[in-house]
């Protein structure tokens, strides 16, 4: 597959640099769905994707797991065209699977303050699942006030903005197939 990854990109009229590439993140990303597929055999788990970031994070990472599971996808609303958080978590779509008494793994593509998966998590929670467990490719550990439980974590980044492998700026960059941060931006 021919993959779209330049060493630079422009989003918006901003100019961004490669953060992690395609081969850093396919190689965590499948480390990932290797320690899934042992942690929950004979579980069937349920993988549960937030829109839209997750989507291409969880369609990679799901092609590492080797156990039957199951996947759906809710959504919430998006930072808009800003590249900081609005403060406020809105879903958009709900679930349309049972999960009571599921093994149920959440999917996030990035926790920065960590207020929406503390929203998913006692959400999901309500609907009595076996297990819960929670996945994110980016922590932005720095940023993040709230409890979170986060049980699996791609990478621990610094608090900048990035761009691509699912997320975007004003709903552009995410078909890259790298993470990108701001030229200016130093990690
Ligand atoms: P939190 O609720 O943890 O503050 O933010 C989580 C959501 O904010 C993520 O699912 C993602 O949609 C968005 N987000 C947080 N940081 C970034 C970022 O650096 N880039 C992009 N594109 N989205 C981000």
Redesign the pocket.
Known sequence: MNLYKPEYVHCNGERFKVYLTDEEIQSRVRQIGKKISSDFLDKKPIFIG?LN??FIFLSDLMRYVDIPCEVDFLK?S??GDD?V?SGE?TELKQIDAEIRGRHVILV??????????KFLVEKLKRSEPASLSTVTLLH?TE??QHDVQLDYVGFRIAS????GYG???AQEGRNLAQIYILDGDSD
């Open positions: 937030v970031g997750a919430l998006s930072y590249k958080s978590v996030e593509d990035i926790v920065d303050t960590g207020l929406s998966i932005k940023k993040t900048l903005f990035v761009l997320l975007d700026y």
